[in-house]
């Protein structure tokens, strides 16, 4: 028999606010995998141009720093929606199956790399600027 909750038990209401926040940094962070390969694309063309003079040094550094910038926009994307996601576990009824299974193996196998993750949302998305930008300007330098 399954037992009734006493009023103060009950979890916190569900803020709704917050699990879309999650949701739209979960989604967003997938946009620096695209932006990682364009940046290993644009670092293999770059090498393969530097030894017959169409490319110089900068434009193998900007490709690496577009690459880098990949990893940074998915890397705090996932942390802000990992963050946020933690601190609303309990509402789970608010929360995607596929992303409840994975905040559960987050807590289950990095239970203290969790505790110490902070939704930084304005990072992210000046990275999540900042990296399309460098990859442009990448592409034209390789380019021109």
């Not at 917050?18 to 364009?38: D, E, S």
């Not at 559960?104 to 930084?120: I, Q, S």
């Amino acid at each position: 028999m399954e037992r009734t909750p006493i009023p103060h038990e009950r979890p916190p209401p569900l803020d709704s606010a917050a699990i879309r926040r999650a949701l739209l940094h979960a989604r967003i962070r997938w946009f620096g995998v695209l932006i990682l390969g364009a940046g290993l694309l644009l670092v293999g063309a770059s090498a393969l141009a530097l030894p017959m003079g169409s490319a110089g040094w900068f434009d193998l550094v900007l490709a690496f720093l577009s690459s880098i910038l990949g990893l940074a926009v998915f890397g705090t994307h996932n942390d802000t929606a990992m963050a946020i996601l933690r601190d609303h576990r309990d509402s789970a009824h608010g929360i995607p199956e596929r992303l409840l299974q994975e905040i559960n193996a987050e807590f289950l196998y990095h239970r203290l790399d969790l505790a110490d993750l902070r939704a930084m949302p304005g990072f992210a998305w000046f990275v999540t600027a900042l990296a399309p930008t460098i990859t442009i300007v990448a592409l034209r330098s390789l380019l021109w």
